[in-house]
């Protein structure tokens, strides 16, 4: 089990390479090291050496080292240059900002700039509301991070966080056409991040929360949805448990069960744990019960030191059982994983109820391998790209922001959101629907615009929405 990855990654080798080597000796030596060649290019040389470039994937940085000691070890190649095409992309960082329009002349700048913005600068003063048709508000999100939980690397800081967020913003306009920008804050204190976020508001269409610890992105983001008047959505909880439940109604269709009878044991109780939990019970589940470290199973009667876990314990857990996960997932028909790697056994997935369905969403080791779950498990969703079934959010910001935008929304609300889940799931038709493919690519074209379009609908419907596009009137 822990000889597996989190996924490969490429590396491009610059050699020069003495014209008595023949090239398969360099080929196996790659080879046997763990890395497997991609593409080979010659960039020059003369009659006595040859200089060639070398692309290799290779599954984690312990290869790549053990692969480029195995070449510098060989004679008659030296090693001029290694490139990683991860860095080689973020180089100058991955985003950058372009005008719309030309500014050639005195009479382009007269009207962009001045004088003629004054007049545009006035007619927003006297109607603030025109800054939909008027500004980059109508389109643009703000991306914020304060750096605390960063993917699975966790509190690596504002500067850290930063590839991570441009990252997010490309997938805004990549998969919506939304522009949106990565803003890392150099703090944890949660009064003074909603100061921060309340004051650039004006200059956005939304706020999207990012990698913000629990239990402070909780509170953070209920201040945020109750002081500001554009919609406010922490991804890592919400986008995290609407692509949970797309996947779970279509797994439903496969066992045959039904969401008020089914019983869910969630492993892990924070941000992501508590919105799957919130996710499901708006869809009607009535039994889960969830799991902590270093709690257990959380449970009315003991006391605990997040309130979210208070709350927790007043909402779930119908019969008031305590335990550890183990206990939890007895009996059970559906596992949602939030937590860490390698916290589930193949024995307790083979004491959950008939059929089982097997969310184990922690990234990049789930809490259970499907390889391992397979034997006694009917679906297993991961998280992670190189397995079937994997529950991404991507599935679900770029369409839930594309919505709320088009419609400018104030909010961001569970209508909207379980729209979104059964929007996703829908692309998945009954006629390709099997315990391979619950839940679409998350480069299906088909996703943004069918989560769009029932977005708005939600939100028209539920009165958040302030404008209502020509295409639903």
């Avoid at 890395?35 to 599954?59: F, L, M, Q």
């Avoid at 109607?127 to 509190?155: E, F, Q």
């Avoid at 990549?174 to 009064?191: H, N, Q, Y």
């Avoid at 605990?304 to 709350?311: E, G, H, I, K, T």
Wanted: charged content about 25%; hydrophobic content about 45%; aromatic content about 6%.
């Amino acid at each position: 089990m822990a000889g597996r990855t989190g996924g490969s990654h490429t590396i491009i080798l610059r050699l020069e390479i003495e014209q008595s080597v023949p090239f398969v000796r360099i080929a196996n030596a790659i080879h046997e090291s763990g890395g497997e060649i991609a593409a080979v290019d010659i960039v020059g040389g003369n009659k006595d050496v040859a200089v060639r470039d070398i692309t290799v994937s290779v599954t984690n940085s312990e290869k790549e080292s053990d692969l480029v000691e195995s070449l510098r070890r060989m004679e008659g190649i030296s090693i001029v240059n290694i490139s990683d095409r991860t860095f080689l992309m973020h180089l100058g960082g991955k985003l950058e900002v372009r005008a719309k329009y030309p500014v050639k002349t005195r009479d382009d700048l007269s009207h962009v700039y001045t004088p003629g913005v004054a007049r545009v600068c006035m007619a927003l003063h006297e109607d603030p509301a025109k800054a939909y048709s008027l500004t980059i508000k109508r389109n643009t999100v703000a991306v914020v991070s304060d750096g605390t939980a960063v993917l699975g690397l966790g509190d690596i800081g504002p500067i850290a966080a930063m590839p991570v967020m441009e990252g997010k913003a490309m997938l805004f306009k990549e998969m919506a056409g939304i522009d949106s920008f990565p803003i890392c804050l150099d703090t944890k204190d949660p009064d003074q991040i909603v100061q921060i976020v309340k004051a650039l508001a004006p200059s956005f269409g939304g706020i999207n929360l990012e990698d913000i610890a629990s239990p402070r992105c909780f509170e953070i983001e209920e201040r945020l949805k109750r002081e500001l008047d554009i919609p406010v959505f922490h991804d890592d909880q919400h986008g995290t448990a609407v692509v949970m439940l797309a996947g779970l109604i279509n797994a439903l269709k496969i066992v045959g069960k039904r969401m008020d009878e089914i019983k869910v044991a969630v492993s892990g109780v924070g941000a992501a744990g508590v919105a799957c939990t919130k996710m499901l019970l708006a869809a009607g589940v009535k039994h889960i019960v969830g799991a902590t470290k270093p709690y257990g199973i959380v449970h009315r009667g003991r006391a605990y030191d997040n309130p979210m876990l208070d709350w927790y314990a007043e909402h779930t857990n119908p019969d008031n059982v305590s335990g550890e996960l183990a206990d939890a997932m007895a009996g059970a028909d559906v596992f949602i994983g939030v937590s860490g790697p390698n916290v589930v056994s193949a024995a307790d997935v083979s004491r959950m109820a008939k059929d089982p369905i097997v969310f184990a969403m922690a990234n990049p080791v789930p809490e259970i391998y499907p390889e391992d779950a397979a034997p006694y498990v009917r679906v297993v969703a991961t998280g992670r790209s190189d397995y079937p079934n994997q529950i991404n959010n991507v599935l679900c910001f770029p369409g839930i922001f594309r919505g709320a935008l088009d419609c400018q929304a104030t909010a961001i609300n569970e209508e909207m959101k379980l729209a979104a889940a059964h929007a996703i799931a829908s692309i998945v038709e009954d006629r390709e629907l099997n315990e391979q493919y619950i839940i679409p690519s998350v480069f299906n074209t088909k996703v943004v615009e069918a989560v769009r379009r029932e977005v708005i609908k939600a939100a028209v419907a539920s009165g958040v929405a302030r404008k209502t596009p020509r295409e639903f009137v």
